[in-house]
């Protein structure tokens, strides 16, 4: 095989221009601590390394996520419990208030603390985040949850928002609700359950009170009928042998029968009846539909009635009666809110810490592919500068070489 001059230069050339390029690519090795520098040094780890990177990325935001709902539920966790604190306080001045030794003026000085307690709770109920949103209004966070309408003839403090929740996702597999409606946590409150004497046939007097309230609930839940109203009515027969029969009128079932006596109360399910009558005399009743009022409601009302200079000692046992049982039944659906955002919080730091655990793999089968060695890149980086001191002393040796030499 014939190789001419020209020849000797190019493969020369090509040999020291391979060896530097090969050089220089252990050098940008060690000094980037990479040892993919491009795609075509190994095309399946390329692709490996963008998939973990893609990964090691959305962990990234999983965790930033995790941070956002952690300080939310945070939030809405000090607010409730500040609302719990103020509603306690406000319940103990409402057992306070149903002293029979206080008078008007005291009940007057009890309503100026539980009108600032009612204006604290109300304010905390809009409560706003760091991006100016109400926390309790839903889907309608650009504006308040609760609306104060003093002109109203009816609610003073209702609810503006809706049931709408945010939900925030912290992995691939898990999206926890980053806060709660006010609805949920305020409006969907039970007032007081109540019974209503609608008629009455024959008896020289009549009143009820529901004075055993959870034995009340308990039959109400059991037996309304929020379809047909006409299931709610009951009637109280007075018989001889003295003796009282409850029987539901719509179905005519006989529901219990109870020692009588007139003018002595007796209680049926709950519910105190004073009866004056006589044998034949009856007494109509329903059980009255369950309402709903928010706590700033609830406090709202009684304070009316505390300044109510006109109102008798039976109307305002009814009213404490109704503030005490709203106010627990508040304090009931908080409580639930509050345990709720504790269970979100151990599953969002439990999901941050498997995250934490996932990027650090993820890291390092990145690492694995993606990293160089830099043990084994200084042998090649000495391989390498031996080889291109081999090829440039074989380039000088036989471009040197010339006929002429031999000429003498």
Known sequence: MRISTGQLYERSINAVLENQGNLSDVQTQLSSGKKLLRPSDDPVGAAQVIRLTEEVDLIAQYKKNSNVLTNSLEQEETVLSSINTAVNRARVLMVQSGNGVLNSNDRKAIAIEMEQIRDQVFDLMNTRNAGGEYIFAGYQSESPAFELNQSATGNKYTFAGDSGASE????????????????????????????????????????????????????HS????????????????????????????????????????????????????????????????????PNKANIAETLNNFVIALRDENLDSGGYDEALNDALIGSDNALSNVADAMSAIGGRLNVSQSVYEANLDLEITVKAARSNIEDVDYAVAVSELSKQETALQAAQATFSRVTGTSLFDYIR
């Open 168 to 219: 925030i996702k912290i992995s691939n597999t898990v999206t926890i609700q980053a806060n709660n409606s006010g609805k949920d946590v305020f409006e969907n409150v039970l007032a007081r359950l109540n019974s209503t004497i609608t008629s009455s046939s024959g008896v020289t007097s009549a009143s009820s009170s529901v004075t055993q309230q959870s034995t009340y609930d308990k039959f």
């Open 222 to 289: 059991a037996n309304y009928d929020a379809v047909n109203a006409a299931n709610n009515a009951y009637q109280v027969t007075v018989l001889a042998g003295n003796q009282v029969q409850v029987t539901q009128v719509a179905s005519g079932n006989i529901i219990d029968t109870i020692d009588f006596s007139s003018g002595v109360p007796f209680t049926f399910k709950g519910i105190s009846f004073d009866i004056e009558g006589a044998v034949g005399d009856t007494v109509n009743f329903r059980l009255d539909p």
